[in-house]
């Protein structure tokens, strides 16, 4: 069993929708949940981070954890052309060792 | 403020050949990080330095691989010889301090074929 697992899809959304996107988690141990945003050709970009359960809001962006049923989601309100990229969660160990789940790819259309 | 480089962009080499790929971080930070992606699978983790020093380097898929960071600035991740399965996105990420979400700053990432 994988330790972070994700839907890689891809995920085709109109402008302007909401786009969801989760992972869950094996490692209860986990205590950050990042999310990652991966354009093509380019290496991966810290996007937000939660600490524990609960939620974190950044502008578009909504980052959800639920320790409970180790689940963590990603919001992004207003979906833009821009915004398509693939979605990578991660959660790091105690040395900051980011586990990556395989990356979900978004495609906005105009 | 430079972010994290890596060169070569892409190479291609055949099996048997070694290839050095080089990875320098964004100055001044310590913590310096070897990832890959392999076709098809999630990015894992490679090894870890601190300054000069390999702090884990538990991601190591075996001993052709070899990694060192001179003087705690750039970083070279060597593969001799290499084989068809390594074939990937070699990615390079570097972060300041020692806490546990301290940011990683990836770089482009180097891609391999191995022929």
């Known amino acids: 069993q994988k330790e972070v697992e994700q839907d890689p899809g891809p995920l085709s959304v109109p402008e302007g929708a909401i786009v969801s996107l989760n992972c869950t988690y094996s490692?209860?141990?986990?205590?950050?949940f990042m999310w990652y945003r991966q354009y093509s050709r380019k290496g991966p970009e810290l996007l937000m981070y939660?600490?524990?359960?609960g939620n974190k809001e950044d502008g578009r962006f909504t980052a959800q954890v639920d320790k409970s049923s180790k689940y963590i989601s990603l919001f992004i309100r207003d979906s833009q052309p821009s915004d398509s990229a693939t979605y990578l969660c991660?959660?790091?160990?105690?040395?900051?060792?980011?586990?990556f789940g395989a990356g979900t790819q978004v495609v906005v259309t105009p | 403020e430079a972010g994290v480089t890596q060169f070569p962009s892409h190479s291609v080499i055949e099996k048997g050949q070694t290839v050095t790929l080089r990875c320098d971080p964004i100055?001044?930070?310590?913590?310096l990080y070897w990832y890959r992606r392999v076709m098809g699978k999630e990015i894992k983790f490679l090894l870890h330095?601190?300054?000069?020093?390999?702090?884990?380097e538990s991601g190591m898929p075996n001993n052709r691989f070899l990694a060192e960071r001179t003087g705690g600035t750039y970083s070279t991740l060597k593969v001799q010889p290499a084989e068809l399965e390594d074939s990937g996105v070699y990615f390079c990420?570097?972060?300041?301090?020692?806490?546990?979400?301290?940011?990683?700053?990836f770089g482009p990432g180097t891609r391999l074929t191995v022929l």
């Open positions: 991660a959660m790091p160990d105690s040395w900051g060792k980011l586990q």
């Open positions: 330095f601190v300054k000069e020093s390999k702090q884990d």
């Open positions: 939660t600490y524990s359960s």
């Open positions: 490692n209860s141990a986990f205590q950050y």
């Open positions: 100055s001044g930070h310590d913590n």
């Open positions: 990420a570097s972060s300041q301090g020692r806490e546990v979400a301290d940011t990683q700053y």
